[in-house]
């Protein structure tokens, strides 16, 4: 029979492949009408099932309900201060609500503002919880205001040069002594001192003028000065609040010599600078108050990561879909195709490979050599192929032929796909 001549460019890819229809034989009509199609049954779609998308996707729905339980119940509980040390608005430790409380309940009236230049509204106590935060424009236009009783907590020698020039702080230089506070009586003449007795004093200490009083001495400075600046009105200068918060209150004489220090006058104004993250007290809190500022910019980044997995996943390709084609492809129009494709590749090797072992799938089953694994064992087959052809052939040459190297050429090649036709032939011969 003679070769086809489409042959000496069949080539192969891989092992697993599909031998070429009738590998240079004709085996019968059927071979022009072929239906090359991937599956003879009904198209077969494989989109994922509601099912197959909840077992997929189950982990990650519990991580994200983990995470915003997780969200929520940060957000219910109480977050970071909102207010700084020593606001009179603030219920934690280190605020002074209670004690704006306390003056509230015998008659006083209480205020808090933002501008240092307020101008006093009467016998007035004006509370600077941090001077230092104030500009010397602030600084000077508060010193303008007048108010009947100035309350100056902490305050550095710059700042006392313009509101209390005759105070002078403890120490050289911008080192200004610093003691902590204890327990200490009063050892001075001030009537709220006096009536306090001893408390829990501290932080820096400072030296009154000529006119002026210091009290709870420590280290032959006071962290409690009074200097009087005219009719009426004084400066007191303290080195600590600590004695005025909330968890210090009620310790020792602290509340009746804070009630004794802010509630000499009948109204009493705090000074609120610009803190930036407090909250207005005029303002219900809501819910993304109590949200942390790091959850925005870990929304943000999961946000992101959210986009780009998307972007990554939609790169993808979608499920496989089995379906018959619209029309009848003839098997020898997919060999030559196929063949043009891998002489373009010059896989030789892999084209006599595959010839071979389709003719090696053939012969078995007609001399009775059982396949394992869908290939014959070599050595039976040679042998059977040698004793199918007597003294014609031995199995060294039938086995060169069979299992030999790769030919170097199309040529070669060609001669081999003819060679095979002729064995196979032969064997089939009765």
């Not at 606001?87 to 605020?95: A, K, L, Q």
């Not at 005219?230 to 210090?248: E, M, Q, Y």
């Not at 029309?327 to 196929?338: F, I, L, N, S, Y």
């Amino acid at each position: 029979m003679p070769a086809t001549p489409a042959l000496p460019s069949l080539q192969v890819p891989a092992r697993d492949a599909a031998p070429a229809p009738a590998a240079g034989l004709p085996t019968g009509p059927a071979d022009d009408t072929a239906d090359s199609t991937a599956g003879n049954g009904p198209g077969t779609s494989l989109t994922p099932t509601p099912r197959t998308l909840w077992l997929r996707s189950r982990w990650f729905l519990l991580a994200g309900a983990v995470l915003l339980v997780t969200g929520l119940l940060l957000a219910g509980l109480k977050g970071e201060d909102r207010y700084p040390p020593l606001d009179p608005r603030s219920t934690d430790p280190g605020g002074t609500h209670a004690v704006v409380r306390l003056l509230e309940q015998q008659g006083l009236s209480t205020g808090t503002t933002s501008d240092p230049a307020a101008p006093a509204a009467g016998a007035e106590t004006f509370v600077v919880a941090e001077p230092d935060r104030l500009t010397a424009d602030q600084l000077r236009a508060l010193a303008a205001a007048r108010h009947s009783r100035l309350v100056l907590i902490a305050p550095s020698s710059e700042t006392l040069d313009l509101l209390a020039p005759t105070v002078t702080p403890s120490g050289q230089g911008d080192l200004q002594d610093y003691v902590a506070p204890v327990t200490t009586s009063a050892a001075c003449s001030l009537p709220d001192a006096v009536r306090a007795g001893s408390a829990q004093l501290g932080g820096l200490l400072y030296r009154p003028g000529p006119k002026g009083t210091g009290c709870y001495p420590r280290h032959n400075a006071y962290p409690l000065v009074q200097e009087p600046i005219g009719a009426g009105t004084d400066v007191v200068v303290l080195g600590s609040g600590a004695f005025l918060t909330n968890d210090k209150l009620d310790e020792e004489g602290n509340a009746s010599l804070a009630l004794g220090l802010l509630g000499s006058r009948p109204r009493l104004t705090w000074l609120l600078p610009d803190y930036g993250a407090a909250t207005p007290a005029d303002r219900q809190k809501e819910l993304t108050d109590f949200i942390p500022e790091g959850w925005y910019w870990a929304g943000l980044q999961l946000a992101v990561a959210a986009l780009l997995a998307a972007a990554w996943r939609g790169r993808r390709l979608g499920p496989v879909v089995a379906e018959n084609l619209p029309v009848v492809v003839r098997a020898a129009e997919t060999t030559e195709g196929r063949a043009r494709l891998y002489r373009r590749a010059k896989a030789r090797g892999r084209a006599a490979d595959a010839l071979r072992r389709a003719t090696c799938t053939r012969l078995a089953p007609a001399l009775g050599v059982p396949l394992l694994h869908g290939a014959p064992d070599p050595v039976a087959l040679c042998a059977a192929v040698a004793d199918r052809l007597a003294g014609d052939s031995t199995a060294a040459a039938v086995q060169f032929l069979l299992y030999g190297p790769a030919p170097t050429d199309d040529a070669a090649l060609l001669r081999l796909a003819d060679d095979l036709d002729a064995l196979e032939r032969q064997v089939r011969q009765p």
